[in-house]
């Protein structure tokens, strides 16, 4: 079936693609151990289940400020529907915020895509539309919405590598593009309550998730839209004060709930500390220039493929399709409203401008749409882009079918049936996606390659991580340490804070137990403890084996709290009766 719009994935391959796409998000999501942050947010969760209090978050015990606790009541809520503390479960909250973005990007795209500037003579000037030319517009707006959708979904470094974590940026990232998109389409339809209500709302989600950038996007958003419009008075309408009541009123509810039990201060001042730490007035000259020199091409480089329509939204075509469509105008906007402090803050990671990639995604492939019209230079660029994606498709393929017959730890992998059966796969696909008969279907080709690529890192890398690296280690210690524990209570001691112990040994401890792992500062007698040997008598306990982490030695002892008496002896007859002189 041909496409609907030239260039654009047709029916067919939605129908194949697009079952691959979920599927590849879910696939042996499960298979690795947790791993960098993800023993933390699983820590946090599981304490304030354990504890029966979803105020206030701890960590191993002691009260935890750098995060607030929305993110948290989500995995809460995945642990009570599963019945278990499985890895999955918040790498399953990531990839259902990421199908979110995507879903949500589709959405506006089709809602607002198809609005574009004409003056009212153009309009008198134009006879009206024909049922087929009004049916060919919104099939093709539609497949543009969803390759719109595809491609944010399908971003690199999220697709590749930041789904596979049980993160909170993700869904934080979902919550802040709805707070920014929610300002356009309220906006467009003059629902002036709903436009100062609904995103200062979910600005209080985002607060309540990761803290003080929530509300400085929402706030950027409404500066840079109506202020580029010279609507200066609109920010004063009286509705924009609810909204701010409603902002306050749903953090305060929270914040005074959680002063009732812990030292509200001291919260409020970690959570700013966590948001001002890489700014730029943390770093010196010579960090801040070489963060703005790198920062587009890295983001870039992480928003592929979608960033290989960026010389198309250079051309004419693309530039006036951007400047007819309001809607492709607000997500310029918004995009420059709110990343330029991201571009001078030389501490900023790419995940915590994930929700401004769709608003660079969105006018890219309307822009990559307009470059269609045959006789413009732009042509010359498609047939390009169309020769290199067919050497990709051929080479790609049989590149990856090679990697299980010389990667993969398993004793079959270098048997000859198994190295033909994965050349023979890839050739075939290789040789589909080269055949593709759409003139100018390049991109179908792109999307395709980039899922099956995930397919492959699923079968090949996501296993490979449960048998190598360090997280199988910690891993196993962990369930080491609760089989020799048994049900007696174990504690930590002497630890300072968490960055003194592998997160990821406590997240399995905590899990298996079903209890806090909680830190003492002095050994108590009949107590189980992790411990290093100078934090305790160790004349006063027994050593039950031990592991090393970083700088640290910790033994797990079993401390009695007097002295050990000796073992009695094998041959007691043979012992020599000393009287007293």
């Known amino acids: 079936m041909a496409s609907p719009q030239p260039g654009y994935p047709d029916r067919l391959f939605l129908m194949v693609a697009l079952p691959l796409l979920v599927f590849s998000l879910f696939w042996n999501l499960g298979a690795s151990p947790a791993y960098l942050e993800e023993p933390r947010r699983a820590i946090v969760a599981m304490e304030m289940m354990f504890r029966d209090n979803a105020i206030v978050p701890t960590q191993l015990g002691k009260i935890y400020v750098n995060k607030p606790p929305v993110f948290n009541w ?47 003579i153009q309009n008198i000037a134009q006879p009206a539309p024909q049922p087929a030319q009004q049916n060919s517009a919104q099939a093709s707006l539609h497949a543009t919405a969803i390759t719109a959708g595809i491609l944010t979904v399908l971003c690199a470094d999220i697709y590749y590598y930041f789904s596979t974590t049980g993160e909170i940026d993700l869904f934080y990232s979902l919550v802040s593009l709805g707070s920014i998109l929610a300002v356009y389409h309220y906006d467009r339809q003059g629902r002036w309550w709903a436009l100062y209500t609904v995103p200062w709302l979910l600005a209080a989600v985002g607060f309540l998730t990761k803290g003080f950038p929530s509300p400085l996007f929402v706030g950027f958003t409404f500066l840079g839209w109506f202020g580029i419009r010279r609507q200066w008075k609109a920010l004063f309408h009286p509705a924009h004060a609810l909204g701010l009541l409603a902002f306050a009123a749903l953090t305060g509810a929270y914040f005074y709930a959680y002063s009732q039990q812990a030292d509200l201060e001291h919260y409020l001042r970690g959570l700013f500390d966590q948001s001002s730490q890489r700014t730029a007035s943390e770093h010196n000259s010579t960090q801040l220039l070489r963060h703005m020199l790198l920062f587009w091409p890295d983001t870039l480089k992480n928003m592929l493929p979608a960033a290989l329509l960026v010389p198309f939204a250079l051309t004419r075509a693309g530039r006036q399709a951007i400047a007819n469509k309001p809607f492709l105008q607000f997500c310029l906007i918004a995009l420059l409203a709110n990343v330029w402090i991201y571009w001078i803050s030389p501490g900023t990671r790419p995940r915590y401008v994930y929700m401004l990639y769709p608003l660079l995604i969105m006018p890219l492939v309307w822009a990559y749409a307009s470059a269609l019209a045959p006789g413009n230079r732009t042509l010359r660029m498609h047939q390009v882009l169309e020769a290199l994606t067919r050497v990709l498709s051929v080479l790609i393929p049989l590149t990856i079918a090679a990697i299980p017959a010389f990667f993969i730890n398993s004793p079959t992998a270098l048997h000859p049936l198994w190295f033909a059966a994965s050349i023979t796969a890839g050739a075939a696909s290789g040789w589909l996606l080269y055949r593709w008969q759409p003139r100018y279907n390049a991109l179908s080709r792109l999307l395709f390659l980039a899922i099956l690529g995930r397919l492959v890192f699923d079968a090949v890398v996501l296993p490979q991580r449960a048998i190598q690296g360090e997280a199988p280690q910690w891993k196993a210690q962990g369930l080491s340490v609760v089989q020799t524990v048994g049900d007696h209570p174990l504690r930590l001691l002497g630890i300072r804070d968490a960055g003194n112990f592998p997160l990821a040994t406590a997240y399995i401890i905590e899990r298996e137990r079903k209890e806090v792992l909680r830190c003492d500062t002095a050994a108590q007698p009949g107590l189980w403890y992790l411990a290093e040997a100078h934090q305790l008598d160790t004349a006063l306990a027994i050593r039950h084996g031990g592991f090393i982490w970083k700088q640290y030695n910790f033994g797990l002892y079993e401390y009695l709290g007097a002295v050990i008496p000796p073992p009695p002896s094998p041959h007691p007859t043979s012992a020599i009766l000393r009287l007293p002189k």
């Open 74 to 120: 989500l995995l809460m809520l995945g642990y009570r529907i599963s019945g278990h503390y499985a890895e999955w479960i918040p790498r399953a909250v990531s990839v259902l915020s990421l199908l979110g973005m995507g879903f949500l990007v589709y959405r506006f795209s089709l809602s607002h895509g198809e609005g574009e500037r004409q003056s009212a």
